[in-house]
């Protein structure tokens, strides 16, 4: 106990009370202010503030026990030390009785005796202290409980009754809080589901908490809704307690299923389109060569055929851009081997005109199963806009915020003021590639991971992609 303890020690007897000062004082740990009669004590508590009374027994006008009944009825639970020469034991249970902390009887060795005293002191606060910190602890959470917003409920651990409920959950149920406590779950049949209740037991009893887990609950007019439940045990005064928040989430499911059932829909749809989509636009481009070469020699014709190829072109690139664009972020993420996905990516376009060194080892990162695409338009990228047969480096760099891959090549490079457009739809690259980079950036962002383009014209182009920290690891490296 760190601070010093402020003291009041009545006594009729002005040496005791000297020495009693003296003593108790003397290790700095407690300021001792003496009064010589309980009425004058009184009076002085009614103005100042003290962490401990020590009071004589026998004491003209007031007894110590009488001071003591005045103090408790006026004062509350100040920590009260009764310290006498009496040694009767009907005393000693009148002062328990009467609420004294401890009782000491005087005699012996000074220094004995006051250190004693001082260790009753202290232990006396102490155990005031944990006690008020409990009350305020106590109300704090009586407070949140009944007001929070969303629904909670405490059960005895014990025995399974309902101990309390609040507003919400009385909102929500239709129930009324007397309707609720002294009963189990199991007679009121607020679980729809037997099997779900015996599972939210077993992992409560193993793990002593549970989050997130849905069940199936009834209220009091028996509709069955769909809840959320996150539960704790808990200790309150010594004994064990389960506190629940309950959260209907019926709406949220309706509300996801329906937009299931929607997106199905309109993915159908979307697949049956582009399928006819590209149909036609085969056709458009057979049409389309076939015009060429009954135009030969007509240049003007030729060239508005070339230009009409290129149009349909970029219509195809459309339509498989909106196919992949559709898969992302539908499957899990997972982790992938940076190395691995890498060369997965270069095996779809690898014609040998590239020279790859890839040099991330063991690096994993937790990403869209597209990342694959990713790859595959950053060689892709390299090829067609490197200039020449190129080499490529893929390595990484750890830093406080993550770790950064990077893919460079020893091409032209980018001009400073498209760096920032090659991200966009289609840039200025003349196609809707759907490994374009827009595309890349897109897959990459769904796990937080961003990309740049950091390199030097005529040195060749630089992607740094940043993987935020619990988004990549080093498989059986321990970093």
């Not at 202290?122 to 155990?127: P, T």
């Not at 709406?251 to 299931?260: D, F, N, Q, S, Y």
């Not at 070339?306 to 498989?320: H, W």
């Not at 630089?462 to 993987?467: A, D, I, K, P, S």
Request: proline share 2%.
């Amino acid at each position: 106990m760190a601070d010093t303890l402020r003291v009041l020690y009545v006594d009729d007897e002005s040496d005791l009370l000297d020495i009693g000062r003296i003593f108790l004082e003397q290790a700095g740990e407690f300021s001792v202010t003496t009064i010589d009669s309980a009425p004058a004590a009184l009076t002085l508590l009614n103005k100042e503030k003290f962490d401990a009374i020590v009071s004589d027994y026998q004491m003209p006008g007031m007894s110590g026990i009488q001071f003591l009944i005045e103090v408790r009825n006026k004062f509350g639970s100040i920590p009260f030390i009764l310290f006498t020469g009496k040694g009767r034991e009907e005393v000693v249970i009148q002062a328990i009785n009467s609420g004294a902390d401890f009782y000491l009887q005087k005699g012996g060795d000074p220094s004995a005796q006051f250190a004693e005293l001082s260790h009753k002191i202290k232990k006396a606060v102490e155990g005031s202290r944990a006690e008020e910190a409990l009350r305020e602890s106590e109300n704090t959470f009586a407070t949140i409980f009944k007001s929070n917003p969303v629904s909670m409920t405490l059960v005895s651990a014990t025995d399974g009754v309902f101990v309390d409920v609040n507003d919400a959950f009385m909102r929500n149920t239709g129930y009324i809080r007397e309707e609720m406590v002294g009963k189990t779950s199991m007679e009121l049949g607020i679980f729809a589901d037997k099997d779900e209740q015996e599972w939210l037991a077993s992992e409560l009893q193993k793990n002593r908490r549970v989050g997130g887990m849905e069940l199936h609950t009834r209220t009091k007019s028996g509709e069955i809704s769909t809840s959320q439940f996150s539960s704790s045990v808990i200790v309150i005064g010594g004994r064990p307690y389960i506190l629940s928040t309950v959260e209907d989430i019926s709406g949220r499911k309706l509300a996801e299923e329906t937009l299931r059932r929607v997106n199905q829909k309109l993915n159908v749809i979307s697949k049956l389109t582009r399928e006819d989509l590209f149909s036609q636009i085969v056709l458009l481009n057979d049409c389309l060569l076939l015009a060429k070469e009954q135009a030969a020699g007509q240049d003007q014709v030729i060239l508005t055929l070339q230009k009409s190829q290129q149009a349909a072109r970029l219509i195809q690139g459309t339509i498989e851009y909106s196919n992949d664009y559709q898969d992302m972020g539908t499957k899990p993420q997972k982790w992938q081997n940076v190395r691995m996905v890498m060369l997965f990516g270069l095996s779809q376009i690898s014609n040998g005109e590239i020279q790859p060194s890839l040099e991330t080892g063991d690096l994993e990162i937790f990403a869209d199963p597209l990342l694959e695409l990713v790859c595959q338009g950053l060689f892709e990228n390299a090829l067609a806009h490197g200039g020449h047969a190129i080499q490529i480096r893929v390595w990484h760099t750890l830093t406080t915020d993550g770790v950064t891959i990077i893919f460079e090549d020893d091409g032209i490079g980018i001009p400073q003021e498209k760096k920032v457009q090659i991200f966009l739809r289609s840039g200025d690259r003349g196609h809707a590639s759907v490994r374009s980079l827009n595309f890349a950036r897109e897959i990459l962002d769904i796990t937080g991971i961003t990309i740049k383009e950091t390199g030097e014209q005529g040195k060749g182009a630089r992607f740094e992609l940043t993987v935020p920290n619990g988004a990549w690891r080093m498989v059986g490296k321990g970093v």
